[in-house]
């Protein structure tokens, strides 16, 4: 019963919200037909925010756990956008993002701040799944987050782990007022790659609800979580979504990447890079995490 309200919730939501279609999830049958009406109504679709332009690669959080500590986006990403040679990204490329973590840490208020700038000091339990559309344009090319927002509920993870497969950004949330939550991130971790290429995953390690924790505590936390990070080779930040502080870049960060990855990506593919010129997310000397992620030893 409780699939079938999932879905059906999915789905409600789905038609209320013209601006989006969910790509992958327990029936593809059913979000396939639904593809064919998001690409014929993204003709239609109204101009890019004005808020969602990102002209520049928003710089990371801390630069001892980073994807990557570039100050701009790679040259090849930016040649192929000045000459419009992007291929499927800006026209069909959607970069799927799911948002994991214990209950009541904040995942949902997260991304309520960040797509609806609203806040909700209520805990109202994420029933299975819920999903926003973000429309953003990089370097000129219109690109798009799926943020899938999933269930911390113990209850409802069995449902909300079946929309984990296809993710390009993996996010682990915990409360940083509550050390048992960083604790769990690892299993969150697991159960995300259960479903997904760890090679391919962007992974981000975020901290919420900076406002409710002093500065000493919070220096404490951070420690443990910025090693953590490192060890699971994830992106740290720390955010407030009562204050907004740190939200809007944490996303535009993610956008960015996860486009910087599709383009490189997308070039490899179209064969436009010369005999051993290595095009790799990872080539640049900045990269703290040099190396492919290797699927962690404590995943199955
Ligand atoms: N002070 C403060 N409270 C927050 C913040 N983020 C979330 N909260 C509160 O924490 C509670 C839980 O937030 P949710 O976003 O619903 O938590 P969740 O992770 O989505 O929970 P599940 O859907 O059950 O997995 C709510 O009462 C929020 O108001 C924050 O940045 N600061
Ligand atoms: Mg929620």
Not at 118 to 123: G, P, T
């Amino acid at each position: 019963m409780l699939w079938l309200a999932a879905v059906r919730e999915v789905w409600a939501r789905a038609q209320r919200n013209s601006r989006l279609i969910p790509s992958r999830g327990p029936s593809d049958d059913l979000y396939l037909g639904l593809m064919s009406v998001r690409v014929s109504s993204m003709s239609v679709l109204p101009p890019v925010r004005r808020d969602r332009i990102i002209a520049q690669l928003p710089q990371c959080y801390n630069e001892k756990a980073a994807l990557h500590t570039t100050d701009e986006f790679h040259h090849k990403v930016k040649t192929a956008c000045q000459e419009q040679r992007t291929g499927t990204v800006g026209r069909f490329k959607i970069a799927k993002v799911i948002v994991v973590g214990d209950l009541a840490v904040g995942k949902t208020c997260l991304i309520n701040r960040f797509c609806k700038d609203a806040f909700d000091k209520n805990y109202k339990a994420t029933i299975g799944v819920d999903f926003e559309m973000e429309r953003f344009e990089v370097l000129g090319v219109p690109f798009s987050l799926q943020l899938w927002d999933t269930a911390g509920q113990e209850r409802f993870k069995c449902i909300a782990s079946t929309y984990y497969r296809g993710a390009q950004t993996v996010v682990i949330v915990f409360d940083v007022n509550d050390v048992a939550s960083l604790g769990h991130a690892r299993q969150w971790l697991e159960d995300a790659m259960k479903e997904n290429d760890p090679t391919r995953v962007q992974l981000f390690l975020v901290g919420t609800k900076k406002d409710l924790s002093s500065p000493a505590q919070y220096c404490q936390i951070e420690q443990d979580a910025i090693e953590l990070a490192k060890e699971i080779q994830a992106e740290y930040w720390a955010v407030s979504s009562l204050t907004g502080e740190n939200v809007r870049d944490f996303f535009f960060r993610i956008a960015s990447l996860a486009f910087e990855a599709n383009v490189l990506a997308e070039l490899e593919k179209t064969g436009s890079r010369h005999i051993g010129d290595v095009v790799k997310i990872n080539s640049n000397s900045t990269n703290l995490y040099a190396t492919s992620r290797k699927k962690p030893s404590n995943c199955c």
